[in-house]
């Protein structure tokens, strides 16, 4: 089948429950939608209450068409055939569409829409005229309503007619950045990108917050936590990658805490750095990858302990979940491969072999007492790198520069 399409037709997701907001989350939805086929300069996408449209003018439709499966907030769309506003001709271009697309033993129906009330048919005649020329033209033309093989859309615009018998599956979910701004934890593993993905199907904009520790961590291990953001743009548009220099935090945390409480104390200081990002880019939420019982510092007992140094909340969207099915996510939106490259992190190059699991508050409070903790996080924070990542091309364009939060 052969089918040449000059346009797609997007239906949205759950926004038709938004009401007086409507606007905003369409709105949202189409930016993303602009981002995500920012390299395509020849489309034209135009976004209106019911629906958005996307020119092709030429783009390849299969890659077009790829991408728009990924981005959250949409329900579903049709790739469409623009025909002159015409009836000879639309019954012309109907019965050239059916000899491609329809095979004796199927059954079909019309489906029509007017809105150009100008037209000199309405829609429920408009049905009974394309339905007829099927009839006249396929002498196995059989009709059925409900669940037929094929579903034929005819819309009647200001400009033109448009044809259409495919609807394909969105993503679903809510326009990436509709929920707000939150900021996610990620390192090099499995479960951090899993969850940065289902906070972006629900709305949430993410900014990616990587520790770095160079010479302990190298520059392949923070390469690939920017691929894997890079990942994650394919659901939205593109994500600001923050990186932390962690390497003078962690050599004092490992100067003066006991072996066994290295990874809760790192984990405290991880949060304390996170939430003053946050804070200072407009954030509302921190995101992470924890699992419960995953590992020591994923216990009841452990995230009580490192989340006692702020107030802000923290959503774990996988943290219910088993291994095998946050490696089921990770594989599906093509960030597994990645994720098990032999780069280190810096939660595991001075991992002691015997951590606390149910780590005591006032031992932690007690051993921070021995470290400038202010001073450690303001210089974090005042070290930290921004690039951002368009794509899974980005580093071809990276362009890095100091943050300045003065």
């Not at 034209?44 to 981005?71: F, P």
């Not at 059916?98 to 000199?120: C, L, M, P, V």
């Not at 990002?277 to 954030?283: D, P, T």
């Amino acid at each position: 089948m052969t089918v040449l399409y000059d346009e797609i037709m997007v239906r949205y997701g759950e926004l038709s429950t938004k009401g007086k907001n409507r606007g905003y989350f369409i709105n949202r939805l189409a930016k993303n939608i602009r981002e995500v086929l920012a390299d395509m300069p020849e489309l034209k996408i135009t976004a209106v209450r019911d629906r958005a449209h996307i020119e092709l003018n030429g783009a390849d439709y299969a890659e077009v068409s790829n991408r728009l499966t990924k981005v959250f907030g949409i329900q579903n769309f049709s790739p469409s055939i623009k025909v002159e506003k015409s009836m000879p001709i639309i019954k012309e271009e109907v019965v050239a569409l059916f000899k491609e697309i329809y095979s004796e033993g199927q059954t079909f129906k019309i489906a029509t829409r007017r809105a150009d009330h100008n037209f000199e048919l309405d829609s429920t005649e408009l049905n009974i005229a394309l339905g007829d020329v099927v009839f006249d033209n396929f002498s196995y033309a059989k009709v059925q309503m409900k669940k037929p093989d094929i579903t034929l859309r005819a819309e009647i615009r200001q400009d033109a007619a448009y044809l259409s018998f495919e609807d394909i599956k969105g993503a679903g979910g809510m326009p990436v950045g509709t929920a707000g701004r939150g900021h996610l934890m990620l390192s090099g593993g499995i479960d951090s990108p899993v969850a940065g993905y289902l906070a972006l199907k629900r709305g949430v904009e993410i900014e990616a917050v990587h520790f770095a520790s160079p010479p302990y961590t190298s520059p392949g291990a923070l390469k690939k936590a920017k691929d894997l953001a890079a990942k994650l743009t394919v659901f939205g548009g593109s994500i600001t990658f923050i990186e932390v220099p962690f390497t003078e935090i962690q050599e004092e945390i490992k100067a003066k805490a006991p072996q066994a409480y290295l990874m809760t104390i790192t984990r405290r200081f991880m949060m304390r750095v996170v939430d003053r990002v946050r804070e200072e880019r407009g954030g509302k939420v921190i995101i992470n990858g924890e699992s419960l019982g995953q590992v020591a510092s994923q216990t009841l007992g452990s995230m009580s302990a490192i989340n006692e140094v702020n107030n802000t909340p923290v959503i774990r969207p996988v943290v219910t979940m088993d291994k095998n099915e946050i490696i089921e996510i990770a594989e599906k939106i093509d960030t597994f491969n990645l994720s098990i490259l032999p780069f280190e992190d810096c939660c595991t190059v001075f991992a002691p072999p015997s951590p606390k699991t149910n780590p005591k508050l006032e031992n932690c409070i007690q051993y921070e007492k021995r470290m400038d903790v202010e001073g450690m996080v303001d210089r974090a924070v005042k070290g930290i790198m921004l690039t951002t990542i368009i794509g899974e091309n980005w580093d071809q364009t990276e362009e890095e520069e100091f943050a300045d939060f003065l």
